[in-house]
């Protein structure tokens, strides 16, 4: 019997943690994707997540209260050859500095001390909550390049746009980045209390509010998250001798996440066929982003 939408994420919680208080594995390998280990074990505690509703379904993304540790993203595919429950890394730590910054958190990355932007700055962590995501594919997306000189695709008439980096796709990987609207619905969240405003709106904002005018209303006034991947898993990025020593190319945990979500390639290939695949049921789709603790005390107050 299908359950109702509003219990979909502490079903996970008990079925994951044994009890009401979520978890991240620990020990997540951070120099090879963990996506084999992690769906493994998964699938060697639970037959089911009952994430997918009939007409909600979640992804449900744990990020532990430490920064440095990447947390997991947690879905189920329905149907064909690859059905069944999955579970990989995921980071979320938005914006880190070597160098002390006014108001920021410190931490650590193995040995090196670390400064995490707040949760409430437009870099900063990924804050909790409900998003309502889609595959930002260009059968439906009308897309500019922030990072190629400004380049847009020209104005044509599809239902959605977006601004992306041309670094979120890696090469000959059938992957897309995944759009994160914050949904205004947020319920009983851990991301209900916050304050939602307008943002300040960014690049190419013309084209963005004609296709959705509340698109940069959102916590804190921070619009514009995606998840999405890079290039360091690229055969070629590994053996160019310009990126050598970079620690990017060996652990997970230092790569960049804009703000945003980050998983690896692989992970995002499966990421977008549970978006696409629940999407052609008629169902919204959504992450539910968590933190397995308190919140930043910077965002608390």
């Known amino acids: 019997m299908k359950r109702p939408a509003a219990c979909f994420g502490w079903l996970v919680f008990f079925a994951l943690a044994g009890c009401a208080s ?7 390998p951070t120099d090879r ?87 409430s700055e437009a870099d900063g962590a990924t804050p909790v909550g409900l998003y309502d995501v889609r595959n930002i594919s260009t059968q439906t997306y009308e897309l500019a390049f922030l990072d190629d000189a400004g380049q847009a695709s020209p104005p044509q008439p599809k239902p959605y746009f977006s601004a992306i980096r041309t670094s979120w796709y890696p090469k000959d990987a059938p992957v897309m980045p995944i ?28 084209r963005q509010l004609a296709h959705n005018p509340r698109y940069y209303y959102g916590p804190f006034g921070r619009s514009g998250l995606a998840n999405h991947t890079d290039r360091w898993d690229d055969p070629d990025r590994k053996s160019d001798p310009r990126f050598a020593g970079r620690r990017e190319l060996s652990d997970f945990r230092w790569r960049d996440t804009d703000g945003c979500l980050k998983v690896r390639p692989d992970c995002l290939e499966l990421l977008n066929q549970w978006v696409a695949e629940q999407a052609a049921k008629g169902r919204r789709t959504q992450y539910e982003v968590r933190q397995t603790r308190r919140l930043d005390r910077v965002v608390a107050r």
């Open 179 to 206: 759009d994160m609207i914050w949904a205004e619905d947020q319920g009983s969240s851990q991301g209900a209390r916050f304050p939602v405003r307008q943002g300040r709106p960014g690049a190419f904002a013309d």
């Open 33 to 119: 994707s963990a996506l084999p280990e992690l769906t493994s074990s998964l699938r060697g505690r639970v037959r089911s997540l009952g994430l997918n509703g009939p007409r909600v379904s979640r992804a449900l993304v744990l990020l532990p209260e430490d920064r440095a540790n990447p947390g997991v993203i947690s879905f189920e595919l329905e149907d064909g050859p690859r059905a069944g429950a999955y579970q990989c890394e995921v980071l979320g730590r938005g914006r880190t500095s070597e160098s002390a910054e006014p108001g920021w958190l410190r931490g650590a990355i193995g040995t090196t001390t670390v400064y995490y932007a707040p949760m």
């Open 22 to 28: 979520p978890i991240v594995p620990r020990d997540i």
